[in-house]
């Protein structure tokens, strides 16, 4: 903008010759040159006049480097393998931006292709902003305008937009975007008031970390809710089959009520501070209006509570075959708490080892112990109205954990090798892309 209102250019402080369209085409190819190299380029020009219309002398340029901050590159590296997609909105020359973006790793193809500059923005329209969106990364010489345009083309795709800035003129796209997230070192007042997330060290590599850390947690709710869930259809399935079929109620009231502490209590509590699978960033992003029980969570309360019910219902069929006794109920109680503990341990994170959750396993643990005291126990028989049970029935009833955690372990070794397949598919779509 500067060159295209000088009509002069300075050699010495006597000479200032007339540009002629040879000297304007060197000028501007020696100035995309060095934008090339991702040097940020400001002309310098000046003139004679109060009213901005005299002709002005170009001056020369001065070329400038940002870099980018340390550890920008592997942060985007890891979120394109997690197949986010990452897109830089900058006010820079289109030659700048499309250098600086090379260097941090972003996907772009060769020539101008992947890079909209603000004035080609202004002649699409909104549908044609939404499907360019897909292909295009880097986006130059943008106003605030533009970068609320490109959350909103985002957000139609059904994106979850995360938008970072630090300057007043961010402030609009950062109120707009789903996570708004403003630097804390460097951003302005403004800046921070329209964000949704501070990032007090001004890192990058933050926002993976969070991502991160907000993948584990989605997939610790879910298996709270698959032992939860499993739980509960396995104890209403057994009374429910009971009633149907006129048999005697394999549980009491109190029994089922410390069935019920298992469920709400600390093993499943435990099941929330699993640590976060290193495997979890290989994993494609969620939809904005994906259900948290999914098909494959649903499948995993089936088969947890199958394993409970049916391996109940066995000792329940067997005890009852000479009458329904106080013993009788204490194995078929012992039984559905056992598979139930076992239930909760293999419930946890595919990727997390049986001793890499210690809270999960005290839990479980301690009720495994507070279940032998409330059958060994004389004062807790008489409340559970259970009864000792010898050592003979207890290694059977082991043994029938000991299955049930054997069958748990197929189906998680089948679900990570569903996940692997997944991860290898998201990877080679990212690598399609690049």
């Known amino acids: 903008a500067v060159l295209e209102r000088c009509k002069f250019y300075l050699v010495a402080d006597d000479s200032t010759p007339a540009i002629d369209p040879s000297t304007r085409t060197l000028i501007t190819a020696r100035a995309e040159s060095v934008a090339s190299r991702g040097l940020r380029v400001i002309a310098m020009a000046y003139g004679f006049g109060s009213n901005g219309t005299a002709p002005m002398v170009f001056a020369g340029f001065a070329a400038m480097r940002d870099p980018p901050r340390p550890g920008v590159a592997d942060s985007i590296a890891q979120l394109h393998q997690a197949g986010v997609q990452v897109i830089m909105i900058t006010g820079d020359a289109e030659q700048t931006a499309l250098a600086i973006a090379r260097e941090i790793g972003l996907r772009v193809q060769p020539g101008t292709s992947s890079c909209l500059t603000g004035t080609a923005l202004d002649r699409m329209s909104k549908n044609q902003l939404r499907e360019a969106m897909g292909s295009v990364s880097v986006f130059a010489r943008t106003t605030p305008r533009h970068k609320m345009a490109i959350v909103e083309a985002l957000q139609s795709r059904g994106a979850v937009v995360a938008m970072t800035g630090d300057g007043v003129n961010d402030a609009p796209a950062l109120k707009m975007a789903d996570i708004g997230i403003s630097m804390g070192k460097s951003?302005?007042?403004?800046?921070?008031?329209?964000?949704?997330?501070?990032?007090?060290?001004?890192?990058?590599?933050?926002?993976?970390?969070?991502?991160?850390?907000?993948?584990?947690?989605?997939?610790?709710?879910?298996?709270?809710?698959?032992?939860?869930?499993?739980?509960?259809?396995?104890?209403?399935?057994?009374?429910?089959?009971?009633?149907?079929?006129?048999?005697?109620?394999?549980?009491?009231?109190?029994?089922?009520?410390?069935?019920?502490?298992?469920?709400?209590?600390?093993?499943?509590?435990?099941?929330?501070?699993?640590?976060?699978?290193?495997?979890?960033?290989?994993?494609?992003?969620?939809?904005?209006?994906?259900?948290?029980?999914?098909?494959?969570?649903?499948?995993?309360?089936?088969?947890?509570?199958?394993?409970?019910?049916?391996?109940?219902?066995?000792?329940?069929?067997?005890?009852?075959?000479?009458?329904?006794?106080?013993?009788?109920?204490?194995?078929?109680?012992?039984?559905?708490?056992?598979?139930?503990?076992?239930?909760?341990?293999?419930?946890?994170?595919?990727?997390?080892?049986?001793?890499?959750?210690?809270?999960?396993?005290?839990?479980?643990?301690?009720?495994?112990?507070?279940?032998?005291?409330?059958?060994?126990?004389?004062?807790?028989?008489?409340?559970?109205?259970?009864?000792?049970?010898?050592?003979?029935?207890?290694?059977?009833?082991?043994?029938?954990?000991?299955?049930?955690?054997?069958?748990?372990?197929?189906?998680?070794?089948?679900?990570?090798?569903?996940?692997?397949?997944?991860?290898?598919?998201?990877?080679?779509?990212?690598?399609?892309?690049?």
């Open 187 to 434: 951003g302005t007042d403004v800046a921070k008031e329209a964000a949704d997330v501070i990032l007090v060290d001004d890192n990058f590599g933050t926002i993976l970390a969070a991502i991160e850390e907000g993948k584990g947690i989605f997939h610790n709710i879910q298996n709270f809710l698959s032992f939860q869930l499993s739980t509960a259809v396995a104890a209403l399935s057994l009374i429910t089959l009971s009633t149907f079929f006129r048999l005697s109620n394999p549980l009491n009231a109190m029994e089922i009520l410390f069935i019920n502490i298992l469920m709400d209590g600390p093993p499943s509590q435990s099941l929330g501070v699993d640590p976060v699978d290193p495997a979890v960033m290989r994993r494609p992003p969620r939809g904005k209006d994906e259900e948290i029980i999914t098909r494959r969570l649903l499948a995993r309360v089936l088969f947890s509570a199958c394993m409970i019910v049916f391996g109940t219902l066995f000792v329940y069929a067997y005890e009852l075959s000479d009458g329904l006794s106080a013993r009788d109920q204490t194995m078929t109680f012992t039984t559905f708490v056992f598979l139930d503990l076992v239930s909760a341990l293999q419930n946890r994170g595919l990727s997390c080892g049986i001793l890499h959750n210690r809270m999960l396993l005290t839990t479980v643990s301690a009720s495994f112990c507070a279940q032998l005291g409330l059958i060994y126990v004389p004062f807790m028989q008489r409340i559970f109205q259970t009864q000792s049970l010898e050592s003979r029935d207890l290694m059977h009833l082991l043994a029938l954990a000991g299955a049930s955690f054997s069958l748990h372990e197929v189906r998680r070794r089948y679900e990570r090798r569903l996940n692997a397949e997944q991860a290898t598919s998201t990877f080679t779509r990212v690598e399609e892309l690049a």
